[in-house]
């Protein structure tokens, strides 16, 4: 039995309320970059025309969170006689836990990288690095069951 005090089906309102700023973010103590908006002269000409005298422009501060992007580093090692991988610690543990939350998916790890970096690694790259990074772990201690990367 439905409670006398809901309201009907398809009545309950979604969303943040109206007029409501709809934030919970508290104000960044640091900004990085400033931006003052203004209305171009044809925007400007029209919002007149609509409400003429009765026009208010009020100046509002919104705050905008972004990630920069993300880029990739590029090294060249010319060395002689030795054995290197070309895919680094970083990119490696983040190729690991691409690899761990795609659940197996080394396509769509791929697409994944290029997406965010611009980079393009094939299937097999990837596969070698996950393969490589199993090579190199080696138990901690005689009794742990950490496992290091040597």
């Not at 931006?35 to 422009?57: M, P």
């Not at 197996?104 to 990288?113: F, L, N, P, R, T």
């Amino acid at each position: 039995m439905k409670s006398p005090n809901r309201l009907p089906v398809g009545t309950n309102p979604r969303g943040k309320p109206k007029g409501g700023n709809g934030a919970t973010r508290k104000t960044p103590k640091k900004i990085d970059e400033e931006i003052n908006v203004k209305f171009s002269k044809e925007e400007l000409a029209g919002l007149k025309e609509k409400y003429g005298n009765k026009l208010k422009i009020k100046k509002v501060k919104l705050y905008v969170w972004d990630i920069p992007p993300i880029k990739m580093l590029v090294t060249l090692f010319i060395a002689e006689r030795i054995y290197s991988t070309s895919v680094r610690n970083r990119l490696r543990s983040w190729i690991i836990s691409l690899k761990n939350g795609f659940a197996g998916s080394y396509e769509k790890i791929v697409e994944h990288i290029e997406d965010l970096t611009g980079e393009t690694f094939s299937q097999q790259t990837i596969k070698d690095c996950v393969h490589r990074t199993g090579e190199n772990l080696m138990p901690c201690g005689a009794t742990s069951r950490l496992f290091c990367l040597h």
